[in-house]
């Protein structure tokens, strides 16, 4: 095979790990939503206004996260049991950065609504250091009520996607 063709293929197994995990954190966020819907589980009104953010951000991390993890650690000649490792691991990655992400969000809204509307930046660093806090409980909140439950779901659904991705590698010689 040509290197460029070679690079080109594990490019598009790279996004289609990406697109796979993405597919598979949201899937399990949004299970997560339904439960939390139907099963009392006894979260504040802000607890369920953010994790109602979470399945967007599952789904931007699962696929940035599936994408450069997949490509770099998951190589050809990965056993199977790697890639239950890998896929554990992404998984894992995705519980921890989607709390992340929501206090990333929730820190910089200020900056990105005084450039939407045109306010100028000044006004939004007035509120400053307010939503620092608010970003740092507001992660908190979606690190404690949400990544438990989706991790427990999510991360042996990336393990067994993982092992059966390396197992379908090592069979078909791809």
Not at 136 to 146: D, L, P, Q, Y
Request: net charge positive.
């Amino acid at each position: 095979m040509v290197a460029w063709q070679q690079r080109s293929a594990t490019r598009w197994r790279g996004i289609g790990a990406g697109v796979v995990t993405a597919a598979a954190a949201l899937a399990a966020s949004l299970f997560y939503v339904l439960v939390a819907a139907v099963v009392p589980l006894r979260l504040s009104p802000d607890a369920q206004y953010w994790i109602g953010y979470a399945p967007q951000f599952a789904f931007v991390s699962g696929f940035v996260l599936g994408t450069t993890v997949w490509r770099r650690v998951a190589s050809r000649v990965s056993t199977p049991k790697q890639g239950a490792f890998v896929g554990g691991v992404t998984a894992f990655g995705i519980v921890t950065l989607v709390p992340t992400l929501t206090g990333v969000y929730v820190l910089l809204f200020p900056l990105l609504l005084s450039a939407v509307t045109g306010q100028g930046l000044q006004y939004a660093v007035q509120l400053y250091p307010e939503p620092l806090w608010t970003a740092v409980g507001v992660t908190r909140t979606v690190a404690t009520a949400w990544s438990p439950l989706v991790g427990t779901l999510l991360v042996p659904i990336g393990a067994v996607a993982g092992w059966a991705s390396q197992r379908r590698r090592r069979i078909s010689g791809h």
